[in-house]
């Protein structure tokens, strides 16, 4: 069950200062923002949203980590990427049909901040600076979502599971040591696999001194061999 909570507002101040989107805020921006923002409080595996719903809000994710990703229509899903704080997630729904295309959902205790989607558009049409970073922001998701197309779409299952990890090693927790907040269904997903075949291909690289796993996290020893399967795919 999420939670509406209530968050302080040197809280919320930490958040616009972390955040390169929210910093082109001015103080009559940020306070319309604060009016109509709300803020819940999420557990692990709590949906934060759903695909196909109406979008009436973006979101930032305050506190956790959360993945995006979408759901196709064999009950198999692909996870786009990893949000972590400060990040902003809308999609092309706030501009083209107000509906949510891809789901939210939390992988640890998440909290999120709500905003109103007019009084976003709003700022984005007034604001040069806050419009050009989120364009700036928007264009890098997007970039993203394309070399990761390529990827899955050339590589074979090795190269696709070794950028998975390289992903989550240097751009969510920027060390080789990742916790392991990640079911095997999320690291099959997010490399393009089904699970046995995901959970065959951890066994191959801890076999050959790549990874080590333990019970609370995935630890990258040979970051050049893995760099090497990345590019041979």
Do not use: W
């Not at 209530?6 to 958040?15: G, L, Q």
């Not at 927790?173 to 999320?186: A, R, T």
């Not at 333990?214 to 399967?229: D, G, H, Q, S, V």
């Amino acid at each position: 069950m999420n939670e509406i909570c209530n968050v302080s507002s040197d809280f919320c101040k930490a958040c616009h200062e972390q955040s390169p989107l929210l910093s082109f805020l001015t103080d009559e921006e940020r306070n319309s923002v604060e009016k109509t923002r709300l803020t819940v409080s999420f557990r692990k595996g709590e949906t934060i949203r759903k695909q196909g719903t109406f979008l009436s809000h973006v979101l930032i994710i305050s506190q956790g980590l959360a993945k995006v990703y979408l759901e196709g229509s064999d009950q198999r899903s692909s996870i786009i990427r990893i949000v972590k704080p400060v990040q902003f997630v809308g999609g092309p729904g706030i501009y083209l049909d107000h509906i949510h295309h891809y789901t939210v959902s939390a992988l640890v205790e998440t909290t999120v901040c709500f905003f109103d989607a007019v009084v976003f558009r709003e700022i984005v049409d007034s604001n040069r600076l806050f419009a050009h970073q989120f364009l700036k922001d928007f264009s890098q998701n997007v970039l993203s979502v394309y070399n990761r197309l390529v990827n899955l779409t050339f590589k074979q299952m090795p190269g696709r599971l070794a950028d998975a990890i390289l992903y989550l090693a240097d751009e969510i927790f920027e060390s080789p040591h990742i916790p392991l907040v990640f079911s095997k269904v999320d690291l099959a997903e997010l490399s393009g696999m089904s699970k046995d075949s995901a959970i065959k291909t951890l066994r191959d690289f801890q076999q050959s001194g790549i990874i080590e796993i333990n019970e609370r996290e995935l630890l990258l020893l040979n970051r050049e061999t893995l760099i090497r399967i990345s590019k041979t795919g």
